[in-house]
């Protein structure tokens, strides 16, 4: 039975994936989301109720539009895909509850700013705003502790205000602040600690990789918004693991090991 509601989840995920696809594409190309049929993005050819299933509709079509056979792309199956692994990753974390709700709200937000700010190096305010309203939503939901919320979303903006001040808004940007806001919002202040830790050490070691292998250069931007994104969706579900291990040494004690092994295997 709980195969069962793991794939309708699943299945309801990629569904809103789905439409999280037209809302990024009108964002970037004008015209409301959430009105008028989808077309190919080429051709504009109305598309069908089976041109427009999730994830099997661009498996069977081979990649292609069935009316131009221009090259769907591979945002499409990704984002859908991601969308059904986080509805299904916050069902599998917190059972059928608030939590699993709220948080895939918050997933899909998120999972827009992931993708916009990656391939458009911008986190606009029509998402980061609704965004901002939504996360205050889910926190009062899940009966965060008021102060927790007020001084979580106020520590998540002041922290990227500060560097957007001292960097004159060179890698920093208001969309950071307002998406720092949202995290501290939706996480509280300690979480919002937890996710900021995860967005730097992964948004430097993928620069630093990319860097090393000639693909950027150190003066390149990097989308930060894209890491904040995805260590908020990280955090919401296993930032008070995370806070746990680190505090208890158990961090250091990995840290310290992986660096002995590395070094020596014999340890
Ligand atoms: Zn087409």
């Known amino acids: 039975m709980n195969i069962v509601i793991g794939v309708v989840v699943f299945v309801l995920g990629t569904a809103i994936g789905s439409f999280l696809n037209v809302v990024i594409y009108r964002l970037h190309a004008g015209g409301s989301p959430l009105r008028g049929r989808s077309r190919c993005p080429h051709c504009k050819h109305q598309l069908a109720a089976d041109d427009l299933i999730p994830v099997l509709s661009f498996v069977m079509l081979r990649r292609r539009c069935r009316y131009c056979?221009?090259?769907i792309s591979w945002q499409y199956p990704l984002v859908e895909l991601s969308m059904g692994l986080v509805a299904l990753t916050m069902m599998l974390r917190y059972g059928l509850s608030v939590e699993s709700w709220v948080g895939t709200v918050l997933?899909?937000?998120l999972l827009v700013i992931f993708?916009?700010?990656?391939?458009h190096q911008l986190i606009l305010d029509r998402v980061?705003?609704?965004a901002m309203v939504a996360a205050l939503l889910g926190s009062l939901l899940l009966?965060?502790?008021l102060t927790d919320i007020a001084i979580g979303g106020v520590a998540g903006a002041a922290f990227f205000f500060l560097q957007y001040v001292f960097s004159n808004g060179r890698w920093i940007g208001g969309g950071d602040i307002r998406l720092g806001a949202v995290l501290g919002l939706a996480l509280g202040w300690k979480l919002l600690a937890v996710?900021?830790?995860l967005a730097y050490f992964g948004g430097s070691t993928v620069a630093l990789f990319l860097i090393l292998t000639k693909r950027?250069?150190?003066?390149?931007?990097?989308p930060f918004g894209t890491f904040l994104s995805l260590a908020g969706i990280v955090t919401f579900l296993w930032g008070n693991e995370i806070l746990v291990w680190y505090l208890h040494g158990g961090f250091f004690d990995w840290f310290v090991g992986a660096f002995l092994r590395f070094y020596n295997p014999a340890v």
């Not at 950027?216 to 990097?222: A, L, M, N, T």
């Open 69 to 71: 056979h221009k090259p």
């Open 107 to 109: 997933g899909a937000f």
């Open 115 to 119: 993708v916009y700010d990656l391939r």
């Open 128 to 130: 980061s705003i609704p």
């Open 143 to 145: 009966k965060r502790p």
């Open 195 to 197: 996710s900021l830790v």
């Open 216 to 222: 950027r250069s150190w003066s390149s931007q990097i």
